[in-house]
């Protein structure tokens, strides 16, 4: 990453939409894993998971998007910005909407540990002194929480719209 | 996916998450806070004992008043809600005066010394102050009000050339009862007793509490000039006008006071 301000901002926007997946999702697995959880619920809340990925990467380009209006064009959008591989990387999730990539909910999760790793790289490399430190590492734990806070919520709106769906089918 | 089946990931994850926490949460090189500022005002009086006594030109025991470089100014809320109007009196003195004093006098200049006052820095129960205005007097800027309306206004009498007029219908007097410190500044709290008649039939005196300053003793010279000391009095008060049948709807009710004494030992 350019270590400007403004790549270190987009760096923390960029976190904040994804790197909860990967926790939200182990745990969710775990959970579903425990004796007595009903299969055809397992299978429906292992199905939603690549769904809330999706939507956090539509959420992702319409922030990025909104951030270039008005006046939206190519090249502002590409001056924007400031790492490449993390932003395209960004982009990724919304593969998650093709009915192929959503059969393999583990690749979602394999996507998703690039933050943490990107995370990892912030803690170890960051520098500055242990004051800096403990304010930079307690900022991208805030941001972690947050994320996985939202995909919780995601989650649990997809879930009880799941709910709500299957209930009017069989009442149909 | 058996690595994702047996949860490994999951504890990883779950360990990374809590150092992270963990990490943030430490305060061991937290600064300390520096200590809070105190809120208790630093208050010094001096033991400058200031008096007119003789006023003899040359005494520099004795403090005169400097009219020329003081003020008396007024303020007040143009028709009692705009901004201010504003004006000063062009005549004034520090003399206490007596019902047997209250009379014309043929003069340009000071009609009575300038003495009736004392001033004790650490003393104020020995401080002790008179003033007086001729209300016609009342300065504006604007010759037209100051001799037109604003002596029917004020129930006064225009001013008559080489004649200063102290008479009961043109005077406004104070005299303070009581000086004491204020306990939250370097200030005085005096208490006055405001006389003047305004429309009435005969004068009022009404006790009004005001803030007294004083700016400290300082030696000047100028050139080749001998040097002398200076120091200042400011009283600030507010007075009701309508207490005083002053009915005019120009001004507001309330009246600020500005008095800017400055005097000197040469």
């Known amino acids: ?172 | 996916m058996k690595l994702l089946k047996n949860h490994s990931l999951l504890i990883i994850l779950v360990l990374l998450s809590g150092y992270g926490y963990i990490a943030s949460c430490t305060h061991d090189a937290v600064l300390p806070l520096p200590a809070a500022a105190s809120n208790t005002p630093v208050i010094k009086h001096g033991t400058e004992i200031l008096l007119p006594k003789a006023m003899v030109i040359g005494d520099t025991t004795s403090w005169k008043l400097d009219k020329v470089h003081s003020s008396v100014m007024w303020a007040t809320n143009y028709v009692g809600a705009a901004g201010l109007l504003t004006g000063r009196f062009n005549q004034f003195g520090m003399h206490e005066v007596t019902d047997a004093k209250m009379i014309n006098y043929i003069t340009a200049g000071q009609p009575l010394m300038d003495s009736s006052w004392a001033f004790y820095e650490n003393e104020p129960a020995k401080s002790y102050f008179n003033g007086y205005v001729q209300i016609n007097t009342s300065n504006t800027g604007e010759p037209g009000r100051d001799a037109g309306c604003n002596i029917t206004t004020l129930g006064t009498v225009p001013i008559v050339t080489g004649t200063q007029n102290l008479t009961v219908t043109n005077l406004a007097k104070i005299k303070t009862t009581d000086v004491k410190f204020d306990p939250s500044s370097n200030d005085y709290i005096a208490t006055i007793s405001l006389t003047w008649k305004g429309t009435l039939a005969a004068p009022i005196t009404k006790s009004i509490v005001g803030r007294l300053k004083y700016i400290p003793k300082a030696r000047v010279q100028f050139g080749t000039s001998a040097a002398y000391s200076v120091f200042g009095l400011q009283l600030l008060f507010q007075l009701n006008c309508r207490d005083f049948g002053i009915a005019s709807t120009s001004i507001s009710d309330k009246v600020d006071i500005v008095c800017n004494m400055n005097f000197n030992n040469k």
């Open chain 1, 1 to 172: 990453m350019d270590h400007t301000f403004f790549a270190y901002l987009q760096q923390l926007e960029i976190l904040a939409f994804f790197s909860g997946y990967a926790p939200v999702y182990l745990v969710v697995q775990r959970v579903v894993s425990l004796p007595g959880i009903n299969e055809s619920f397992k299978k429906r809340v292992q199905l939603l998971l690549p769904y809330t990925y999706a939507i956090a990467g539509t959420l992702f380009l319409g922030f990025e998007l909104k951030n270039n209006f008005p006046n939206f064009s190519i090249a502002r959008f590409m001056e924007r910005v400031q790492d490449s591989f993390l932003f395209y990387w960004s982009l990724l999730p919304l593969a998650c909407w093709v009915p192929v990539v959503r059969r393999y909910p583990f690749l979602s999760l394999l996507h998703s540990f690039a933050y943490l790793l990107v995370m990892i790289r912030e803690f170890v490399f960051s520098g500055g002194n242990a004051y800096q430190n403990n304010h930079f590492t307690g900022n991208y734990m805030r941001i972690y929480s947050i994320s996985m806070l939202a995909y919780l919520m995601i989650l649990l709106v997809l879930g009880l719209s799941s709910l709500f769906y299957a209930f009017r089918s069989v009442k149909n």
